[in-house]
């Protein structure tokens, strides 16, 4: 099978892209550091905007909240996400009582989509005035602690499933995918491919659309191989990673998880959490480039 590699830029610098740092990310990346023509930096969800601005990145994996949220207008590409049509496995709130009685949660600081789904979930699903506040990085240490004084805590990421806080102190557990589709009976897109609207119609901004549309559906083939030569670096062990990328985490950006998506963006605005006109704007609703 040909690579998605194959792209030739029309000058001497590389496509530029920003992901995220975890295993769920490997089946939209995986490769796309041996491509001449594409460079890849990585960093937490909540870091990822400030490449974009700082024009650092030509399009980044970004948290939706960031598509919602962001000072500067950005638009997604069809390129690929990440979602989850059930349980996501990899964001967990960790509670010590019952949802109905936990007053303090504390989420992860690398967290921006799924900080603001646990707060969606408790307001408008359980009816819960808990107050919600972001941690303090490190939040999770190498031991699994989690903040004093908090009745809940959310992880994200590779940490919710490698080092999850001590059972005993938290004994329960809510994953936030679950909980979504069981409220709205639909999927959660947590991160899509997003450049800055006023580079919709750059040339590399299409290139770099094409590269990762073409990597991802070549991917989405090996996605077995990918977990085992990947699981161990993200500490988790390779049976469960092939479990989780071949049949949680989806990739695809289908008409079902737009829906979804818009659906969250919906419950943002009612929250407070994104102002009234915010929406997900996606790049073919931008100008086509212009021809060369």
Not at 270 to 289: M, Q, T
């Amino acid at each position: 099978m040909a690579s998605a590699c194959s792209t030739i830029p029309t000058d001497d610098r590389p496509t530029r892209l920003a992901a995220v740092s975890y295993l769920n990310t490997a089946p939209l990346i995986e490769g796309l550091d041996r491509c001449r023509d594409a460079e890849v930096t990585r960093d937490a969800p909540a870091g990822l905007l400030g490449a974009l601005l700082e024009e650092r990145a030509d399009a980044a994996l970004a948290p939706i909240m960031d598509a919602l949220t962001s000072p500067e207008p950005l638009v997604a590409l069809d390129a690929g996400c990440i979602a989850s049509d059930g349980p996501a496995r990899s964001v967990i709130l960790f509670l010590r009582s019952p949802v109905d009685r936990v007053r303090r949660v504390v989420t992860d600081p690398e967290s921006r989509s799924s900080a603001a789904l646990c707060e969606v979930l408790l307001r408008r699903r359980y009816g819960s005035d808990a107050r919600v506040e972001r941690g303090r990085a490190p939040m999770v240490a190498g031991d699994g602690s989690v903040p004093s004084g908090a009745d809940a805590v959310l992880l994200i990421g590779d940490k919710a499933e490698t080092r999850p806080p001590d059972a005993g102190a938290f004994p329960h557990r809510l994953d936030l995918g679950a909980e979504w589709a069981a409220w709205t009976g639909l999927p959660f897109v947590f991160a899509v491919w997003v450049c800055l609207a006023s580079r919709a119609g750059d040339a590399r901004v299409a290139r770099a659309r094409d590269l990762l549309d073409r990597q991802r559906r070549r991917n989405a083939m090996r996605l077995g191989w990918i977990a085992d030569r990947r699981a161990l670096e993200h500490g988790w062990a390779p049976a469960p990673a092939r479990a989780y990328l071949g049949g949680v985490i989806g990739y695809e950006l289908t008409a079902q998880r737009r829906a979804g998506l818009e659906r969250f963006c919906e419950e943002a605005r009612a929250v407070g959490l994104a102002p009234a006109s915010a929406r997900v704007r996606f790049a073919e609703e931008a100008p086509a480039p212009c021809p060369a």
